[in-house]
């Protein structure tokens, strides 16, 4: 499973909308492998496809207690309450900034063999959701940011 290259802004792969994913097969199996890989080699907090040049709708997301679900063709279904936080993305390094982002979400999903699930997520996770579905319609974290931080300032939650 070798580690991808995450590309960075300006890489106009982060600024289209995936394709929907309607093969379940080995080719999307070892993406997954590959950026579970990447994403623990960068020690992120999620890691979309649109992230290591492949534009179809999947990423990885962190869940509470540090494991990584494999979101395909995820959907934010519901979403209530607001929280105000501290946000910076693998593909724009050394960059952080405050982001309103839902407090809760539930999203709609399939898993890496096609089966539908939903999963409820509020916090951090629920910011990581938003953040990684955010990646599939061709959407960096800058383009909500209403303050900069620099990077000392920013404190990891």
Known sequence: MPIRTIVKEGD??????C?????????LHTLL???HETL??????????????VLRALALVMLEDGSYLEIINPEIVEASGTQ???EGCLSVPGIFGMVERPMKVKVEAQ???GKP???????????AFCH???HLSGRLFTELVSEYLEPEDFEEE
């Not at 106009?12 to 909308?17: E, G, T």
């Not at 623990?40 to 040049?53: E, S, T």
Request: hydrophobic share 35%.
């Open 117 to 127: 699930f939903t999963y409820e997520a509020e916090g951090f996770t629920a910011r």
């Open 12 to 17: 106009p792969c982060l600024a289209k909308k």
């Open 84 to 86: 105000d936080g501290a």
């Open 40 to 53: 623990a080699d960068a020690r992120g907090a999620g890691l979309a496809a649109p992230q290591v040049g």
């Open 19 to 27: 394709r929907t994913v309607t093969e379940f097969n080995s080719r």
């Open 132 to 134: 990684e579905i955010d």
């Open 33 to 35: 492998d590959d950026m």
């Open 111 to 113: 898993d890496r063999h």
